[in-house]
């Protein structure tokens, strides 16, 4: 199966008519709401309309979606399939979908169609026309095939908080149906032809295209791994040092597997900027030898955005003004150019010439491109992902690429999770009394619910059930979605509000706090047993509620499971089972430990055993032995040196004893929590200075912050780093739950909730050491703790060497490795 422009494209055989012989041909396949939804968009974007609602509003939620047909009766067929064949000369359209029922009533047929919305439907005038479109397709495929001379359109729609119905009637005769429905075909036959043309000139130049390097050691055995795992429709989790090419060696195979029809989109995903412009390098290199590729890369909205802040309305964005009439034509504009490579520039500057929102336009793009490189958010997170691609759970040709995987996991709980704070009900509370009583009287009772639980927790309070609660959210949601979506209403006039808030203000406020009630109760609907509900009063006062995902697997999974197969990698996926098991929990997964191709001569791993991180262990003395370290190390060589430290506070105060000892030819740089993008490169550049033999540079860091990881200094740039402490994360609440709940399914709660995230800080900070097969440095890791088995056992393989050492030892181990490249 090939997924080409919002459907499927393969390869079938048919009998042809004139020759009476069966015939290859190519079939598209593409489902009905896709297609209205393509071809019939107009008009304007406009954040103020049905915005809210629209996340959901072309799908429903299940049980009220049931409910409703069960309602109907016996006679009322639900979930009818149907499906048109379009014979396109050297191809054939497929359209097909399922009618949510069909009925008749008093000899005549209807179609219904249900839409789950959350907007009030009393103020619903007529169907939303595209609503009403696919109804219309699912009307013309029926009457043709039953022979019937006319058919009724029935158009429900549902509350999805209240359940309040509301239904729209028309009916059409065959002949309107099917002019009708031939111009829409019409339409998209542009599209399709074009990427049918595309595709095969694509496939031609992959089977062309050969690894743009000679292979390293072992980098050949990794990409047939990744190969293998996507023809077996499998997960791959391969821990990957530094050095064995897994960009390209990830990207080549994926290449190759849909050049051999086993995928049709790669999605290439990452939590940072950075590996975006190398899955670009990877992409170029490939098409430098003859590749023929289109390829985006998604940038975020506020990034992209020609004004000041997005405000997506017609009246304050003119390029959200008609967007809809010249979307289509633009995007057709741009992928008929020969390049193929849509950065941020080519989008902006495109978006630009016709006048329409370049991230919807960069969203449309997507589509129609063979590879999106982008952050993890648009395939996992519900509440950004790609609805294009998988609104609908059907699955699809895709092929994931997850670089830097070991990040997943957070972000993952961080995705699936949801918060509301008790200060903000009071807040919007007050804005809105002048407004709305019964959004004040909606918004109080669920005030009065926390304020009981505020009264009653001590530490934090665990929930099984926090149903009164969602009840009071979903009168919340409904009475503030009237407010935004009413024209003429308090909220979208422009003059002051009785508060004294600038109207523009207040909306902005309310819309915030109205994303963050539907988030919440989004992710209750789905609430499992991956998740605890809590409540705290957090260290500056707040009181909140929370929805913690814990067990992240399920949710990633169900992500995954939309397409063909998914590779994860990073240096530091280490131990691979606590990865698999949080970001899959499939036995049947692959595992691969690539081979690194660094010599084990170029680097040196030493361990003190006589210092220590501990909080009990935190005094001067403590810190004046890791200061002492770190002036051995330097003694030793002098160059660049990063220090990671666990705080703020213990970077501080090594700090301090350390710069009263060192001499001028000793440059001391440290980061601080507020840092700006101007500091940060600042800080970086100081690595780059060519620097006199006896002078040194020491970078003060805290361990996963953003020198952690994602940054490349090679040769001279860096020759050492030291990791102070095992990277345990600060004892809190949060970590609590966690640990607390991985020991009741009888898994080792310490471990998940601490040392397993510690010591992955841990690697991704002496990973900045040996960046290139020329490189050479010393890791120095202080803390006794990682003598014990259980942190020896996460080491990487590369560490395998490692050496004990002390204070008084320390500096001639060093001095001694250094002595090798004399």
């Not at 499927?8 to 012989?21: A, E, G, I, T």
């Not at 009439?325 to 849509?342: C, K, Q, S």
């Not at 084990?600 to 200061?627: C, F, H, Q, W």
């Not at 710069?659 to 800080?683: D, G, H, L, Y």
Request: aromatic share 12%; with cysteine.
């Amino acid at each position: 199966m090939v997924y080409i422009i919002f459907g499927l494209s393969y390869n079938k055989y048919v009998l042809d008519k004139k020759s009476h012989r069966s015939i290859q041909v190519e079939i598209i396949k593409i489902s009905v709401r896709n297609l209205v939804e393509f071809i019939l968009r107009s008009g304007d974007i406009d954040n103020r309309q049905g915005m809210m609602a629209d996340k959901e509003a072309m799908q429903m939620g299940s049980r009220l979606h049931r409910k409703i047909q069960r309602q109907m009766g016996a006679a009322y067929r639900a979930e009818v399939q149907l499906k048109e064949e379009i014979d396109c000369q050297d191809y054939l359209v497929v359209v097909e979908g399922r009618a949510d029922g069909i009925f008749t009533e008093k000899e005549d047929t209807w179609i219904d169609e249900i839409k789950g919305v959350c907007r009030d439907i009393g103020r619903m005038e007529e169907p939303v026309p595209v609503h009403l479109a696919q109804a219309k397709c699912y009307a013309c495929i029926y009457v043709s095939q039953n022979n019937l001379e006319k058919i009724g359109v029935q158009m429900t729609y549902a509350n999805l908080d209240t359940e309040e119905i509301r239904r729209f009637r028309q009916e059409y005769t065959l002949e309107e149906l099917q002019e009708w429905f031939s111009e829409v075909l019409k339409q998209y036959q542009k599209w399709a032809s074009f990427q049918i043309k595309w595709r095969r000139i694509r496939q031609a130049s992959i089977a062309e295209v050969n690894f743009p390097y000679p292979y390293r050691d072992g980098q050949k055995a990794l990409a047939g791994a990744v190969y293998r795992t996507i023809e077996r429709e499998k997960k791959l989790f391969i821990q990957a040092p530094t050095g064995v090419g897994k960009t390209i060696s990830t990207v080549f195979p994926a290449v190759k597997a849909v050049g051999q029809g086993l995928g049709e989109k790669i999605f290439y995903l990452t939590a940072k900027t950075i590996t975006r412009t190398v899955a670009q390098e990877a992409f170029s290199l490939l098409k430098q030898n003859g590749l023929q590729y289109k390829v985006i890369t998604l940038t975020a909205k506020e990034k992209l955005c020609f004004c000041e802040e997005p405000d997506c309305n017609p009246e304050k964005c003119p390029y959200a003004r008609g967007h809809y009439d010249r979307i289509n034509d633009a995007v057709f504009e741009l992928l008929a150019t020969p390049h193929g490579d849509y950065t941020r520039e080519t989008v902006l500057s495109h978006a630009e010439k016709w006048k329409v929102c370049p991230f919807e336009m960069s969203l449309d793009l997507s589509l129609w491109t063979d590879a999106v490189i982008c952050d993890y958010n648009y395939v996992f997170d519900p509440q950004a992902k790609l609805k294009r691609f998988f609104s609908d759970g059907v699955k699809g040709d895709h092929i994931f690429l997850i670089d830097e995987a070991h990040n997943l996991v957070e972000r993952g709980r961080e995705m699936y999770s949801a918060s509301l704070y008790k200060e903000d009900f009071l807040e919007i509370k007050r804005l809105l009394k002048p407004v709305s009583k019964k959004a004040e009287r909606a918004l109080e009772k669920c005030n009065r619910i926390m304020l009981e639980w505020k009264r009653e927790c001590e530490g934090y309070t665990l929930f099984r059930d926090i149903g009164s609660y969602i009840i009071g959210l979903m009168n919340v949601s409904a009475q503030l979605e009237n407010l935004l979506e009413d024209r003429e209403g308090p909220l979208n006039r422009l003059h002051a509000s009785p508060a004294g808030d600038d109207t523009a203000l207040l909306r902005k406020k309310v819309l915030e706090f109205y994303f963050q009630v539907r988030n919440f109760l989004d992710i209750y609907e789905d609430l499992d047993d991956s998740y605890e509900i809590y409540a705290e009063q957090e260290t500056d006062g707040r009181f909140k509620v929370k929805l913690f995902c814990i067990h992240t697997a399920g949710k990633i999974g169900e992500c995954l499971d939309r397409g063909r197969a998914a590779v994860f990698f990073s240096a530091t996926l280490l131990p691979v089972r606590y990865y698999m098991e949080l970001l899959s929990g499939k036995e049947t997964d692959y595992a691969v430990y690539a081979q690194s191709t660094f010599s084990p001569e170029m680097k040196k791993v030493l361990v003190g055993n006589d210092v220590s991180s501990r909080y009990t262990r935190r005094n001067m003395a403590e810190y004046k032995k890791i200061s002492d370290y770190i002036w051995k190390m330097v003694e030793a060589k002098r160059g660049n040196y990063l220090v990671f430290f666990p705080s703020y506070k213990m970077l501080e105060e090594v700090r301090d004893i350390f710069e009263t000892k060192a001499p001028e030819q000793i440059q001391v740089i440290s980061q601080n929590s507020r840092m700006t993008e101007a500091e940060r490169e600042e800080f970086l550049e100081h690595f780059s200075h060519i620097r006199a033999d006896n002078c040194s540079l020491i970078g003060f860091c805290v361990m996963g912050g953003i020198f952690g990881e994602g940054i490349d200094l090679k040769h001279e740039q860096l020759i050492g780093a030291v990791v102070v402490g095992t990277g345990l994360p600060q004892v809190c609440n949060e970590r609590e739950i966690l640990k607390k709940y991985y020991d009741r399914k009888d898994m080792d709660g310490f471990a998940y909730a601490y040392q397993y995230p510690g010591m992955n800080k841990v690697m991704q900070s002496a990973g900045r050491v040996i960046r290139t097969d020329e490189d050479k440095g010393v890791i120095l890791l202080l803390d006794e703790r990682f003598c014990n088995a259980g942190y020896r056992s996460i080491f990487p393989r590369e560490w395998a060497d490692f050496e004990v050492c002390s204070l008084q030892s320390a500096g001639n181990k060093i001095e001694q490795f250094w002595k090798r490249f004399e």
